[in-house]
T-cell receptor
């Protein structure tokens, strides 16, 4: 079955460490997105990519980095410059052939700073 | 840019109807969406409506769209405890497929 997979489900980071969250899709979707979710804040866009080897900053890109070397993969690195990284991170994708242009979401990664 | 507003909380008794409301600022959206998020999970597309429709019904779900007032609503009939979740309204901005999400309405169903 086609879908979007995020790993790991839970991740713990020590102060000063970089960590990378994985997002892989086999839906042949062109566009991919990373969101951060905090209680009561809804979804905030971190980065998005509409095509391989190209990506744009979202509303809260500071302290994060991404790459898009393959259509299927859009990893997110949370760097030590991100001062408050504890949150739930969601990856999504959208295909231009999807008739209603809706997003498909992964199941999320919960990142906790210890 | 697009602004999407939802109330944050709604509490209903099991068996009653739930109505979740959403207002938006950009009237050029083609599709408007409702997503459901269960605790600890990602968002799943619940239903959507095309902008040339006023209403869409899908089993217990009814979506109403009032383009004049820029108001979208989701009605859940015979609400069950399994409907307890956060519901997000989402729509694309002008000339874009990129979705803007409301902050989500947390629906609590009281047995």
């Amino acid at each position: 079955d086609g879908g979007i997979t995020q790993s790991p489900k839970y991740l713990f980071r020590k102060e000063g460490q970089n960590v990378t969250l994985s997002c892989e899709q086999n839906l042949n979707h062109d566009a991919m997105y990373w969101y951060r979710q905090d209680p009561g804040q809804g979804l905030r866009l971190i980065y998005y990519s509409q095509i391989v080897n190209d990506f744009q900053k979202g509303d809260i890109a500071e302290g994060y980095s991404v790459s898009r070397e393959k259509k299927e993969s859009f990893p997110l690195t949370v760097t030590s410059a991100q001062k408050n990284p504890t949150a739930f991170y969601l990856c999504a994708s959208r295909g231009t052939a999807t008739f209603n242009y809706g997003y498909t979401f992964g199941s999320g990664t919960r990142l906790t700073v210890v | 840019g697009e602004d999407v507003e939802q109330s944050l909380f709604l509490s209903v008794r099991e068996g009653d109807s739930s109505v979740i409301n959403c207002t938006y600022t950009d009237s050029s959206s083609t599709y408007l969406y409702w997503y459901k998020q269960e605790p600890g999970a990602g968002l799943q597309l619940l239903t959507y409506i095309f902008s040339n429709m006023d209403m869409k019904q899908d089993q217990r779900l009814t979506v109403l769209l009032n383009k004049k007032d820029k108001h979208l609503s989701l009605r859940i009939a015979d609400t069950q405890t399994g409907d307890s979740a956060i519901y997000f309204c989402a729509l694309p901005g002008a000339g874009s497929y990129q979705l803007t999400f409301g902050k989500g309405t947390k629906l609590s169903v009281i047995p």
